[in-house]
C-alpha cells in the first residue's frame, strides 16, 4: 500500500468502515500519517448508532465499556477517492479488539463467518448484486415530496420508461463521470438500463467473490451518489422514495461452485437444476421469513411490497419469472444460479449477501426440499412477505438457525439497533393521519 500511495501521489487517505447501514464511518488523514500509523482505533460504538444517530438504551449491556476497537486496512480494497479535489485514496478497513479477535458484529465480518461455513464444506458462493436507484431533483426539505429528475431535455419524466435508451441518454454527463469512477476504482459494471419508475435506474455488477462484490456494492452506492451531486441531482437507494412508483431492489444471483474443481454444484452434467439447488431454495423460502429484517431494514422498505408493482410478494420460485420471490434464469451448466429478489435497495450489502447466502446453507446442509415451482403468477398468490418492521424483528431475534450462523452478538446488536429506529419513527405523525383521523375518528 505504501508504493501504491507513493507511485499515484496520494496526499490523503479516506480509512472507511461499513456501518450496520452500510454508510462509511472513518477516520480521514495525511497519507504520510497513514504510510507510519502502526494502530488505529475507532470506538465499537458506531456499530451500535442508528441511522437516526441514536443508541439504543441497553448498548451497555452489548458492551459494558465503551471501549475502542483496531481497524486493520485490506490491502486490496485500496483505490483512488476519484471524486476528490486532490489525489487521495480510500481504503476499507476490518475491525478487532484489543485481543486480535474480529469484531462479530462488524458487517463485514458477518460476511466473512458465513463464507466460512461455506469454506468447511469445500465450497465457494459466486455472487453478482443488481442495484436500482432513483434520480431525484434536489430535496431541501424533507416535508416535501420527492420529485422526478430534469435531465438535458429539460423536462422531468412523468411516467415509467421501462428499458429506454433515450431517457438513460437523458443523463449521459451525470453517468459519464459515474463511469470513469468507477473505472477508476476497479468496480465492474456489466449493464445499465433505465427501471419503470421516473428516473429509476438499474446497475448489474459482474460476478464475483462475494466479499469483494459486497465492497464493490459499498463503493458503488458512494460513487453514485457523488457522481449524481456534481450534476445537481440526488441519487437514493431509499427502498420506496416516491408514492405510486415502484420500489427498488438489491437482487442478488448466487451460486456455488466446488473449491477443488471449479464446477458449479448447482447443475448436472446436462444442465439440469440438481438437488444441491433445491436445497438452496428451500433454505431461501424456509428462513427468509426470519431473516426479513435483514433484508427489509426500514419502515420505508415494506412499503416496496404491494401487489403488481415489480416486486415480490411472497417465497415462491419458479424457472425465469420475475413475479416469484426466487427466480432461476435460463442457465448454462456454468451458470447454474438463483436470483433471490426479496432484498430492498436500502440494505447493507454485506448483510444481504451474507443472509442471503446464510438461508442457503442451512437448506443445503439440512437437505429441505422446495415447494413446487410455481409456473404462473406469483401476484395471483397470497402475500407471505412481512409487511409490518417490528414482527420482522422478533422473528429475527428468535431464530435459533440465523443466531448460529451469523453469530449471537450480531443479531443482538442488529435488533437493538433497529428497535431505537423503529421506535424514532413511532414518534413522527404522518400527514395521511392528520388526513384520515383527525376529524373523522
Given at each position: 500500500m505504501k508504493d501504491w500511495i507513493e507511485q499515484n501521489q496520494i496526499t490523503e487517505v479516506e480509512c472507511i468502515v461499513p456501518d450496520l447501514a452500510g454508510a462509511a464511518r472513518?477516520?480521514?488523514?495525511?497519507?504520510?500519517?497513514?504510510?507510519?500509523?502502526?494502530?488505529?482505533?475507532?470506538?465499537?460504538?458506531?456499530?451500535?448508532?442508528?441511522?437516526t444517530g441514536d443508541y439504543p438504551d441497553n448498548w451497555e449491556s452489548i458492551n459494558p465499556l465503551d471501549v475502542d476497537m483496531i481497524l486493520q486496512p485490506d490491502p486490496y480494497t485500496i483505490r483512488m477517492l476519484p471524486w476528490a479535489r486532490e489525489?487521495?485514496?480510500?481504503?476499507?478497513?476490518?475491525?478487532?479488539?484489543?485481543?486480535?479477535?474480529?469484531?462479530?458484529?462488524?458487517?463485514?465480518?458477518?460476511?466473512?463467518?458465513?463464507?466460512?461455513?461455506?469454506?468447511?464444506?469445500?465450497?465457494?458462493?459466486?455472487?453478482?448484486?443488481?442495484?436500482?436507484?432513483?434520480?431525484?431533483?434536489?430535496?431541501?426539505?424533507?416535508?416535501?415530496?420527492?420529485?422526478?429528475?430534469?435531465?438535458?431535455?429539460?423536462?422531468?419524466?412523468?411516467?415509467?420508461?421501462?428499458?429506454?435508451?433515450?431517457a438513460v441518454n437523458d443523463f449521459d454527463?451525470?453517468?459519464?463521470?459515474?463511469?470513469d469512477f468507477c473505472e477508476?476504482?476497479?468496480?465492474?459494471?456489466?449493464?445499465?438500463?433505465?427501471?419503470?419508475?421516473?428516473?429509476?435506474?438499474?446497475?448489474?455488477?459482474?460476478?464475483?467473490?462475494?466479499?469483494?462484490?459486497?465492497?464493490?456494492?459499498?463503493?458503488?452506492?458512494?460513487?453514485?451518489?457523488?457522481?449524481?451531486?456534481?450534476?445537481?441531482?440526488?441519487?437514493?437507494f431509499m427502498a420506496?422514495?416516491?408514492?405510486?412508483?415502484?420500489?427498488?431492489?438489491?437482487?442478488?444471483?448466487?451460486?456455488?461452485?466446488?473449491?477443488?474443481s471449479g464446477e458449479n454444484v448447482f447443475s448436472t452434467a446436462d444442465g439440469m437444476p440438481n438437488a444441491l439447488l433445491l436445497s438452496h431454495i428451500a433454505g431461501l423460502q424456509r428462513f427468509m421469513p426470519e431473516a426479513m429484517a435483514l433484508m427489509s431494514p426500514y419502515v420505508n422498505s415494506y412499503r416496496r411490497i404491494v401487489r403488481e408493482m415489480s416486486a415480490p410478494i411472497n417465497f415462491h420460485w419458479d424457472f425465469d419469472n420475475r413475479t416469484t420471490g426466487f427466480r432461476v434464469p435460463d442457465n448454462n451448466p456454468k451458470s447454474?444460479?438463483?436470483?433471490?429478489?426479496?432484498?430492498?435497495?436500502?440494505?447493507?450489502?454485506?448483510?444481504?449477501?451474507?443472509?442471503?447466502?446464510?438461508?442457503?446453507?442451512?437448506?443445503?446442509?439440512?437437505?429441505l426440499k422446495p415447494t413446487e415451482a410455481l409456473r404462473?403468477?406469483?401476484?395471483?398468490?397470497?402475500?407471505q412477505l412481512s409487511r409490518h418492521w417490528y414482527d420482522s424483528l422478533q422473528r429475527l431475534a428468535?431464530?435459533?438457525?440465523?443466531?448460529?450462523?451469523?453469530?449471537?452478538?450480531?443479531?443482538?446488536?442488529?435488533?437493538?439497533?433497529?428497535?431505537?429506529?423503529f421506535d424514532n419513527f413511532l414518534n413522527v405523525i404522518s400527514p395521511w393521519e392528520r388526513e384520515h383521523l383527525l376529524l373523522k375518528v
Open positions: 472513518g477516520k480521514i488523514m495525511p497519507a504520510a500519517k497513514f504510510n507510519d500509523t502502526t494502530t488505529l482505533r475507532m470506538p465499537q460504538a458506531i456499530f451500535m448508532q442508528s441511522v489525489p487521495s485514496a480510500q481504503v476499507i478497513h476490518d475491525c478487532y479488539d484489543m485481543q486480535g479477535n474480529p469484531i462479530e458484529f462488524s458487517p463485514r465480518q458477518v460476511l466473512r463467518k458465513v463464507l466460512g461455513f461455506y469454506s468447511a464444506e469445500g465450497w465457494k458462493p459466486v455472487v453478482a448484486p443488481e442495484l436500482e436507484f432513483y434520480l431525484l431533483q434536489p430535496n431541501l426539505d424533507p416535508k416535501n415530496p420527492l420529485l422526478p429528475p430534469i435531465g438535458r431535455t429539460g423536462r422531468a419524466e412523468r411516467s415509467g420508461q421501462s428499458y429506454n435508451i433515450d454527463p451525470m453517468f459519464d463521470d459515474m463511469y477508476s476504482q476497479g468496480l465492474e459494471i456489466d449493464t445499465l438500463i433505465h427501471e419503470e419508475g421516473m428516473g429509476q435506474m438499474e446497475i448489474n455488477l459482474l460476478h464475483g467473490d462475494p466479499l469483494e462484490l459486497a465492497d464493490q456494492a459499498f463503493l458503488f452506492k458512494r460513487t453514485v451518489r457523488e457522481s449524481a451531486l456534481r450534476h445537481d441531482l440526488y441519487a437514493t420506496k422514495p416516491m408514492q405510486a412508483q415502484p420500489g427498488s431492489a438489491m437482487h442478488i444471483h448466487q451460486s456455488v461452485e466446488d473449491l477443488e447454474m444460479r438463483i436470483e433471490n429478489r426479496i432484498a430492498s435497495a436500502d440494505v447493507n450489502p454485506y448483510l444481504a449477501i451474507a443472509t442471503s447466502l446464510a438461508c442457503g446453507f442451512i437448506g443445503m446442509k439440512q437437505g404462473s403468477s406469483a401476484y395471483d398468490q397470497p402475500i428468535d431464530c435459533k438457525e440465523l443466531r448460529e450462523i451469523m453469530g449471537d452478538s450480531f443479531i443482538e446488536v442488529y435488533v437493538a439497533v433497529k428497535e431505537v429506529e
